[in-house]
């Protein structure tokens, strides 16, 4: 048996208000992720943690968007370490020639990657006893390539990061999310 209403109770709200209701909740739900998810961009792919220059036993420059040899000669040229190593050298970085002060070491990871740079960077550290080393990376790589490396490499890493040209920020945010999500999901270990 049903019980009438008691006075009491509040009226039950009218369908158009429910519906309001229910659309103010889901604008408040998608403006919360959308802040979220801005916040998380900007910490992990705009102002990532960086490290400042130390000397090292090498400066590693993982390959990508332009800046990168620049600075990675530059830290050469200061002292910062006796040996610098470029990959996948290509005509925008090729190999530096006529550094004096630096044994240069040029490679191509297996495979083309940040994944493929790590490795090979742990096997040379292994085989070379480098303990410490400075690894240039863009701006936007910096999060994913310290991941990276710490699966593989165990000495002292230290991040230095060359920002992306001006217009191509969103492609590598794009591509970093894309990137960071298969790195902790679909390739876990070094």
Do not use: N
Request: glycine share 8%.
């Amino acid at each position: 048996m049903v019980s009438p209403p008691s006075d009491d109770a509040p009226p039950a709200a009218p369908p158009a208000v429910r519906g309001r209701r229910r659309r103010l909740v889901l604008a408040g739900v998608a403006g919360v992720l959308a802040i979220g998810f801005t916040l998380a961009t900007v910490r992990l792919f705009v102002l990532p943690h960086r490290d400042a220059p130390a000397k090292a036993d090498a400066i590693v420059m993982f390959a990508g968007s332009t800046g990168r040899l620049e600075r990675a000669v530059a830290l050469a040229r200061a002292g910062y370490a006796p040996v610098l190593v470029v990959s996948t050298p290509t005509a925008d970085d090729p190999c530096p020639r006529g550094l004096t002060e630096v044994e240069v070491i040029c490679f191509a990871p297996v495979p083309l990657t940040t994944r493929g740079e790590s490795r090979w960077l742990a096997a040379a550290a292994a085989q070379r006893g480098w303990r410490s080393v400075l690894v240039i990376t863009a701006t936007t790589q910096t999060t994913r390539a310290r991941l990276r490396l710490d699966r593989c490499y165990h000495g002292e890493a230290r991040m230095i990061s060359v920002p992306p040209p001006r217009g191509m920020w969103p492609y590598m945010i794009a591509y970093e999310w894309a990137a960071m999500g298969k790195a902790l999901v679909l390739q876990r270990g070094c």
